[in-house]
């Protein structure tokens, strides 16, 4: 049976150069498959998704670890989204055959290593968290960057891997594992951040918003628009359908149309059928009644071969 | 490479120990692989659908029409749905590595073989209709069973295969080809057939409706309410969102609330996007962008195995 792992590490930049670069380490790397890739100036990001068995998710999010360390200076780095280090942060996801625990270890492993091999501080987040409030991302990454030299001292904030001590260039990295999430990001007729701020701030978990979703306001200068991005940690049990709806109560409350929507990384099929589902009030929609997989489960069910 | 036909037979039958004789023709068949059915007192048919190597599809579609044949009597037969004989219409559909020909080719020699064996009257529809009218199953169906006898000895209706003159107890048949469809029924909260059939027709193709659309009243006598059956050739031109917004609107003029929808027969994920796609605003959203369908592909296309 073969196992799947996905791995979205997330880079501190949209250098092209660098990121072309960054995903050679993924072609190198047998039996590492990309999906996707996203980055752009306003972020100032770049978001990879690929799979692959364990043993090849860990070589190839190293070796993207080690050039993007040697490539990305914090030091000159601006972006709209947070971020303490270069290589912000990278998560693995068990996708099949896999369990979490496994993708804790890959975690750690990938902690461990570079750490070692580069001097980076490292967190462990997520299902990797060795303590509470290190489950949260945002936890960690309070103060960004910029702070980071007078937070990683403090002992509550020692990292689990690495010197208690920024790396001047590549700053820290956070690791851990996770469920799917769901990246999902809509942008708003106006050019006023502050809007923008006080609609994304009613959906986010923290603020009072919904559990498992967070929800930030970026300016998009092409565009001339804003952006409400957010991520949907847990989607099956606060569908996007809701928080986009809600998203739209908001905006009404200041005139703002919504211009368009977009999923950040890849849509998980669940999400698309809780969609589907609410607006054409569908009973009995599941995975397994999706032609497609039925047809790829029907199939790999029986083990036959032609 | 792997190739995959899908065929979608409708037999005129909801005795339960007839469904399960017909559906044990798949089982029995290598490289056939069942991947749902569906029978109900109030359409009074079995609607199956699976998949499998042309080969296997042409073997088993012959079986279970052999079975159906054996034990269906149309002369006891009632039911809401539209239907000429107990094979009422064995459709075979493309989607992986096959063209539309060969379903063509699948469509002929399943008609070919079934009249001969059975002396039952085959019509060729859709890809495979050998006249412009015959493209349309309802204009085949015209008159159904009850009237079959003196629609078959016009010229204009001969035949394609088998002897112009009705079997006694299974009819006639339909077979052809055409690309994969959405059936899609909704409830409505309503238990007046009148109301439901002014509802379902401004939705009709012929009626002035939607193209691609066929649709039709059921009254469901469990729930006391009733059924707009609709099936959508072509849903990517006229997409699911767009006729359900219309059942509303229509639904609205006369105060009926819709109950619930569901999927006859498997969803197709290109139905489900546009549906996500429309109501959340998504710009760029694909098959391939799909979590599910991007992994499947990733590594399909690299042919590794571990």
């Known amino acids: ?51 692959g068995s364990k043993k090849s998710m860990l070589e190839a999010a190293l070796n993207m670890a080690f050039k993007a360390v040697e490539l990305i200076d914090m030091r000159q780095h601006k ?47 997520g299902e990797a968290a ?11 990454r309070e103060g960004e960057y910029e702070r980071l030299a007078e937070m990683i001292v403090k002992p509550k904030r020692k990292p689990d891997f690495g010197p208690a001590k920024l790396h001047p260039t590549a700053g820290a990295t956070i690791t851990g594992a996770r469920k799917v999430m769901a990246g999902f990001n809509v942008n708003i007729g106006t050019a006023d951040l502050k809007i923008a701020k006080k609609i994304a701030k009613p959906l986010h978990a923290k603020k009072g918003g919904f559990s498992n979703v ?33 998203l739209k109560v908001e905006a ?38 999706v032609l497609e997989i039925a047809i790829q489960n029907a199939i790999k069910k029986e083990g036959v071969s032609e």
């Open 130 to 140: 060795t303590k509470p409030e290190r489950w949260d991302l945002d936890w960690i």
């Open 79 to 125: 972006g709209q989204h947070p971020r303490i280090g270069a290589v912000d942060v990278v998560p693995f996801i068990p996708i099949k055959n896999v369990t979490m625990d496994n993708c804790v270890e890959l975690a750690r492993k990938f902690g461990e290593t570079l750490a070692k091999k580069c001097g980076v501080p490292v967190y462990l987040y």
């Open 252 to 289: 009404a409350r200041y005139n703002i149309p919504i211009v368009g929507s977009e999923f950040c990384g890849m849509a998980p099929l669940k999400a698309l059928i809780d969609i589907a589902a609410y607006y054409l009030k569908i009973d009995n929609l599941t995975e397994d009644r």
């Open 214 to 246: 967070k929800a930030m306001a970026a300016f998009i200068p092409e565009e001339n628009i804003t952006q409400i991005g957010m991520s949907i940690t847990d989607f099956e049990r606060t569908p996007l359908y809701r928080v986009f709806e809600m």
């Open 1 to 51: 049976m073969r196992e799947i792992v996905e791995c979205v590490p997330n880079f501190s930049t949209s250098d092209a150069e660098t990121v072309e670069l960054i995903l050679n380490e993924i072609k190198k790397t047998k039996n590492a498959f990309l999906l996707d890739y996203t980055f752009d100036d306003y972020y100032n990001r770049l978001v990879v998704s690929f799979v």
